[in-house]
């Protein structure tokens, strides 16, 4: 389990593919990883992998298909900025919220406005996927937790403050590019059930 709040950045050294699965290395700060174990999780992306090797320099993950083809680590290389999150500890503070790191689908950028030190990016999805947004809501972004905007028929708002922009790999994003989208799990129990029982009661 994560909180959406991104930790570090860091840069994708090299992929290597071997029997379906992509061995990802990558590039991080000095003792980031120090204090965690091998096999334990972390957020790459929004996307929960398990570390395989590490050191001062790099740290190891792999990735089977079934993850590739469903997120955007597929879409990797060399140089390619990610956003990285520590799994949480018992007692530690949730700053956004609860991120499970099982992404729900991509979403394409169709929008990237300027504003000031701030942007304004429009997210375009597919329209089953709608039901579980509602403006002012959370949604993780490439294991960011933001703040919805706007909701429409297939596209939604994300409003990015200038800190977002520092801490994340979010102010690299441009028209065309793809991000790892995780709903909000209450909603998602929510609109579920409520969508459930109306079905029964017809």
Known sequence: MFSGIVQTVGKIESIKDKNHIKTIRIETHGDYLEDIAIGQSVSVDGVCLSLV?????????EAVEETINRTTLGSYKQGTKVNLEKSLKFGDTVGGHFVSGHIHTKGRIVEVELIGESKNILVEIEEKWIKYLTEKGYISVNGASITIGKVSKNTFYIHLIPETLRTTNLDELIYGNYVNL????TTI????????LINQKR
Do not use: L, P, S
Not at 182 to 185: G, V
Not at 189 to 196: L, P
């Open 53 to 61: 090797k590490k050191n001062k320099e790099y740290c190891e993950f």
């Open 182 to 185: 995780e709903f909000d799990q």
């Open 189 to 196: 129990a929510i609109v579920d059930t409520t969508e459930r």
